[in-house]
T-cell receptor
Framework: DTGVSQDPRHKITKRGQNVTFRCDPISEHNRLYWYRQTLGQGPEFLTYFQNEAQLEKSRLLSDRFSAERPKGSFSTLEIQRTEQGDSAMYLC?????????????FGPGTRLTVL | QKEVEQNSGPLSVPEGAIASLNCTYSDRVSQSFFWYRQYSGKSPELIMSIYSNGDKEDGRFTAQLNKASQYVSLLIRDSQPSDSATYLCAVNTNAGKSTFGDGTTLTVKP
């Protein structure tokens, strides 16, 4: 299967702990996106990379959130000092820059629960 | 006003009927438009993309785009119970990120 993969699929943590999620995009895709989704809402943009460069970061994103894509392949999203409000589904998507539609394909997501 | 607006529903149609889902957007420079299907507890699945005014058909799905009215719609013909899901409208300026609506929940009753 060459789709987007994410790990872990589920994460339960206590408030104040740090968590890190990983995303592996579709192999030929050079853009990688992170979104967050809470119940009843659409995905909310967090940040995106083209190759290893982080091109945009949401102004709403707390400085507790950081993302990397060091070699332009997989990406990690770290949340420091987690809060209960961070509980959500964290979605990764990838696309091919320059494609006509910039279609984004999502991975299965990581569901975070902060106790 | 949200950048992408959808009726939250729920929208209920009988099996075999046509389901019509609507979406409006506010950013006039938007260039690409998408419909995603999301089953409960799962991630969004891309089902249609459109970027030219008019209709685009793919099997039982038809996407319609009217840039002058800033309006996108999705028609599902011969609706099946397996089409029951939340449908997300997404808009992209081709600068990178997509902006999503909050989705319309569709229920197809057997």
């Amino acid at each position: 299967d060459t789709g987007v993969s994410q790990d872990p699929r589920h994460k339960i943590t206590k408030r104040g702990q740090n968590v890190t999620f990983r995303c592996d995009p579709i192999s030929e895709h050079n853009r990688l996106y992170w979104y967050r989704q809470t119940l009843g809402q659409g995905p909310e943009f967090l940040t995106y990379f083209q190759n290893e460069a982080q091109l945009e970061k949401s102004r709403l994103l707390s400085d507790r959130f950081s993302a990397e894509r060091p070699k332009g392949s997989f990406s990690t999203l770290e949340i420091q000092r987690t809060e209960q409000g961070d509980s959500a589904m964290y979605l990764c998507a990838s696309s091919l820059a320059g494609s006509p539609y910039n279609e984004q394909f999502f991975g299965p997501g990581t569901r975070l629960t902060v106790l | 006003q949200k950048e992408v607006e959808q009726n939250s529903g729920p929208l209920s149609v009988p099996e075999g009927a046509i389901a019509s889902l609507n979406c409006t957007y506010s950013d006039r420079v938007s260039q690409s438009f998408f419909w995603y299907r999301q089953y409960s507890g799962k991630s969004p699945e891309l089902i249609m993309s459109i970027y030219s005014n008019g209709d685009k058909e793919d099997g039982r799905f038809t996407a319609q785009l009217n840039k002058a009215s800033q309006y996108v719609s999705l028609l599902i013909r011969d609706s099946q119970p397996s089409d029951s899901a939340t449908y997300l409208c997404a808009v992209n300026t081709n600068a990178g990120k997509s902006t999503f609506g909050d989705g319309t929940t569709l229920t197809v009753k057997p």
